[in-house]
Nanobody
Framework: QVQVVESGGGLVQPGGSLRLSCAAS????????KGWYRQAPGKQREWLAG???????NYADSVKGRFTISRDNAKNTVYLQMNGLKPEDTAVYYC?????????WGQGTQVTVSS
């Protein structure tokens, strides 16, 4: 059974950091495009960052310079390091894995930035 599982969310003060993890089934981790998204209450889901199977990385302007996507192929895991967090970063964060014509989403992990 294919699985995509996010973890690492929580409550953090403004200016703080969190690292999110996304563990995916080995069968879909390789040869796939992996991305992080978020959805705040009342807003559409927003793409944040992506990393291709070849290692190409892209970021949304809203997080460029603050967030870093990376992966550990040995652990079938992709990460999102988030620094300089702001209250407007509060959202549910999702991992998406796209392999060929199929896509898989995790259940999401809540990130709350508040003092």
């Amino acid at each position: 059974q294919v699985q995509v599982v996010e973890s690492g969310g929580g409550l953090v003060q403004p200016g703080g950091s969190l690292r999110l993890s996304c563990a995916a089934s080995r069968s879909i981790f390789s040869s796939s495009l992996k991305g992080w998204y978020r959805q705040a209450p009342g807003k559409q889901r927003e793409w944040l960052a992506g990393i291709s199977s070849g290692g190409n990385i892209n970021y949304a302007d809203s997080v460029k310079g603050r967030f870093t996507i990376s992966r550990d192929n040995a652990k079938n895991t992709v990460y999102l390091q988030m620094n300089g967090l702001k209250p407007e970063d509060t959202a549910v964060y999702y991992c998406r894995v796209r392999q060929f014509d199929l896509e898989y989403w995790g259940q999401g992990t809540q990130v709350t930035v508040s003092s």
